[in-house]
T-cell receptor, first 111, second 112 residues
Framework: DVKVTQSSRYLVKRTGEKVFLECVQDMDHENMFWYRQDPGLGLRLIYFSYDVKMKEKGDIPEGYSVSREKKERFSLILESASTNQTSMYLC??????????FGSGTQLSVL | RKEVEQDPGPFNVPEGATVAFNCTYSNSASQSFFWYRQDCRKEPKLLMSVYSSGNEDGRFTAQLNRASQYISLLIRDSKLSDSATYLCVVGYSGGGADGLTFGKGTHLIIQP
């Protein structure tokens, strides 16, 4: 069974903390994505990676960075967490415009 | 900016009824189309891909209308467990960061 695994289901952090969200996929997909989802705003793309060490900004990259050192792993980094980054974070992967497979999400609360 | 639009609802539908909703897209070069289902506080899960000739999976039928640039989802004999948010996803040529665009979803509530 194909799988996208996010390291934490729930996370509570304090303002100013550095936060790492990890995502691993076992499908050998080239593409990996980080989205955030907020009520009324739908899914918004933060960053996208189409290969190891390659990344592209999505719609809302400000305040975030990413790392893809290995094909199966895509990390989202909040350098200095702020309260407006409280959200559901979803990782996904696919092979070129094909269907996306999502992780189970991380609900991040920044206090 | 490529747009994918959905009626947010909620659609309140009695159990057993048939319900349909559409999703419009702005880029005529779109190549791939999907319907996802998302339950509250869960991740989106693929419901079905949408093919040019239309396709059916049990009680669910998806159709593509390229001329009018919309896709539709029809649910027959609706069940309480069909209550969810249905997301439309459209893929554009070239992939890249904006290769897949999501609608904001249609909220469906099946009532007993």
């Amino acid at each position: 069974d194909v799988k996208v695994t996010q390291s934490s289901r729930y996370l509570v952090k304090r303002t100013g903390e550095k936060v790492f969200l990890e995502c691993v996929q076992d499908m050998d997909h080239e593409n990996m994505f980080w989205y955030r989802q907020d009520p009324g705003l739908g899914l918004r793309l933060i960053y996208f990676s189409y290969d190891v060490k390659m990344k592209e900004k999505g719609d809302i990259p400000e305040g975030y960075s990413v790392s893809r050192e290995k094909k199966e792993r895509f990390s989202l980094i909040l350098e200095s967490a702020s309260t407006n980054q409280t959200s559901m974070y979803l990782c996904a992967s696919n092979a070129d415009n094909e269907k996306l497979f999502f992780g189970s999400g991380t609900q991040l609360s920044v206090l | 900016r490529k747009e994918v639009e959905q009626d947010p609802g909620p659609f309140n539908v009695p159990e057993g009824a048939t319900v349909a909703f559409n999703c419009t897209y702005s880029n005529s070069a779109s190549q791939s189309f999907f319907w996802y289902r998302q339950d509250c506080r869960k991740e989106p899960k693929l419901l079905m891909s949408v093919y040019s000739s239309g396709n059916e999976d049990g009680r669910f039928t998806a159709q593509l209308n390229r001329a009018s640039q919309y896709i539709s989802l029809l649910i027959r004999d609706s069940k309480l467990s069909d209550s969810a948010t249905y997301l439309c996803v459209v893929g554009y040529s070239g992939g890249g960061a904006d290769g897949l665009t999501f609608g904001k979803g249609t909220h469906l509530i099946i009532q007993p």
